[in-house]
């Protein structure tokens, strides 16, 4: 199975802010890669697919970037509503594998 | 609009059986993988394995093959997961998930049901 590594596993930030963390898988995936954002008691949703491509309805703040291996998402300007746990996800190859999270927590 | 409606919480004994159920609406069922994923408390998500309603093909993770069970219904647009021989290990919350294929996101969830193990 294909492993996901997130960095940092929580990050302390503030509103407005720009705010970077990364997922590396440990093989080629190809740009098959998502990001979900899941807030305190819910479900999943979906951000980003295809390494770059913004999910229908998600805030143009959020972007993602990256090839090979290693890609990012990124949050240009927090906003309160940001504040959740983010995943990557491996979409390659089954089984879709996820990264543990990073955690943004306010300062 | 697609929904995925899950079946509510369960308190259920050591080494009893549970099966969850996952509703699906708003698009054709046959169309997508119905994936089944497993989030213990304060963890990460971990996926369980999914199934092809459509044939009811499915796919396991390895640690996860002797313990869950997933199916489909066609007619009520209902997938299932029934889990075995709970023990502590498998209190979590248990969310399913639509893919529409190999190589595609989890772009619909449902609102996840929690089960709790406990004597």
């Known amino acids: 199975d294909i492993q996901m590594t997130q960095s940092p596993s929580s990050l302390s930030v503030s509103l407005g802010d720009n705010v970077t963390f990364t997922c590396e898988a440990s093989?080629?995936?190809?740009?098959?890669l998502a990001w979900y954002q899941q807030k305190l008691g819910k479900a999943p949703k979906l951000l980003i697919y295809?390494?770059?491509n913004l999910e229908d309805g998600v805030p143009t703040r959020f972007s993602g970037s990256g090839s090979w291996t290693n890609y990012s998402l990124t949050i240009s300007s927090l906003e309160p509503e940001d504040i959740a746990t983010y995943y990557c996800?491996?979409?390659?190859?089954?089984?879709?594998?996820f990264g543990a999270g990073t955690k943004l927590e306010l300062k | 609009e697609v929904q995925l409606q899950q079946s509510g919480p369960e308190l259920q004994r050591p080494g009893a059986s549970v099966k969850l159920s996952c509703k699906a609406s708003?698009?054709?069922?046959?169309?997508?993988?119905m994936y089944w994923v497993k989030q213990r408390p304060k963890q990460g998500l971990e996926l369980i394995g999914r199934?092809?309603?459509?044939?009811?093909?499915?796919d396991y993770v390895e640690k996860f093959k002797n313990k869950a069970t997933l199916t489909a219904d066609t007619s009520s647009n209902t997938a299932y997961m029934q889990l075995s021989s709970l023990t502590s290990e498998d209190t979590a919350t248990y969310f399913c998930?639509?893919?529409?294929?190999?190589?595609?996101?989890?772009?619909?969830w449902g609102q996840g049901a929690s089960v709790t193990v406990s004597s």
């Open positions: 998930a639509r893919g529409y294929n190999s190589g595609y996101p989890m772009d619909a």
């Open positions: 708003g698009y054709t069922f046959t169309e997508y993988y």
């Open positions: 199934i092809d309603p459509e044939d009811c093909s499915t």
């Open positions: 093989e080629n995936i190809y740009g098959f």
């Open positions: 295809g390494a770059t």
């Open positions: 996800q491996n979409n390659h190859v089954y089984p879709p594998t």
